[in-house]
């Protein structure tokens, strides 16, 4: 009985941190007592609620955009005292205006993106697989084997899958921060509610605030390399506080995609619990 509640919390670790990469709402509906379990051994976990970074990462440089095949990065874990309060009414001098624009252009340029990613999630648990994006509003994310969750968005829906469990969530796009990836076009200072851009040898760093009357508030960083402009990964923070971190590797953006890789099948739908 004892082995069958531990893995149960397993599952329901992991499941979080799936869920918290796509689904920030999600996350408070999953139970917390996962989050007893101590991180493994090497792979800190992530800290509540980034506000912004202070000083350079100590963090190996991200891959190329292309060409052979790269070992997986080790995700850089935002710094849990970068707590600081920040003003709603936030300013930018031009220089932050204009590292925001370049990522702005960078993201608004891609139209298809392959790679694999590697996660770490709020209970310190790290997993791996790989992602398509097919733009506008197109992804799908496999982790790899034992793990048994996917997310595929379509455009207009996010679902995420357990095959395990044989159920699958159903949230709407825009409700999401994978939105923000997965525009078509998009200005992050005009579109978005940017609340910090900070820039170091490494990365290029630009956090997005969006606050919610029913769920509260989250936050998605994105950390573009501050030498090669391309993107290295990105950390959703619940509105309990929780991040999740996922940072991505071997990008290719020239093959061509599935059409049938992003299909939802409607008449699977299981919502969680409001």
């Known amino acids: 009985m004892a082995t069958r509640f531990a893995l149960a919390c397993n599952r329901a670790a992991f499941t979080k941190a799936a869920a918290a990469f796509a689904v920030t709402a999600y996350v408070g509906a999953v139970s917390t007592q996962a989050f007893a379990q101590a991180p493994p051994q090497g792979i800190p976990a992530p800290k509540p609620a980034p506000k912004s970074r202070d000083g350079a990462p100590d963090a190996p440089r991200g891959p190329a955009a292309t060409g052979a095949m790269q070992t997986p990065p080790t995700p850089f874990i935002p710094d849990p005292h970068r707590n600081l309060p920040l003003s709603i009414f936030a300013t930018f001098d031009d220089k932050q205006k204009a590292q925001a624009a370049k990522i702005s252009t960078y993201l608004s340029s891609l139209q298809t ?13 790290k997993t791996k697989g790989q992602f398509f994006i097919q733009k506008p509003g197109k992804v799908r994310f496999e982790y790899e084997s034992p793990n048994p969750i996917a997310i595929v968005a379509d455009g207009s829906m996010v679902a995420v899958r357990d095959r395990n469990l044989s159920t699958q969530d159903l949230y709407p796009l825009s409700q999401t921060p994978l939105r923000y990836l997965l525009s078509d076009r998009i200005d992050l200072m005009k579109d978005t509610n940017v609340v910090s851009v900070t820039a170091d040898d490494l990365f290029v760093s630009v956090t997005i605030e969006e606050r919610q009357l029913l769920t509260g508030t989250s936050r998605l960083m994105l950390m573009v390399g501050a030498k090669d402009g391309q993107l290295k990964q990105w950390t959703v923070t619940d509105p309990q506080g929780y991040d999740t971190t996922v940072a991505v590797y071997n990008l ?13 099948d409607m008449s699977e739908k299981t919502f969680p619990p409001g």
């Open 113 to 125: 993106l392959i790679g694999n990613f590697v996660q770490v999630g709020p209970d310190g648990s």
């Open 252 to 264: 290719d953006t020239s093959r061509k995609i599935d059409p049938g890789m992003f299909k939802i």
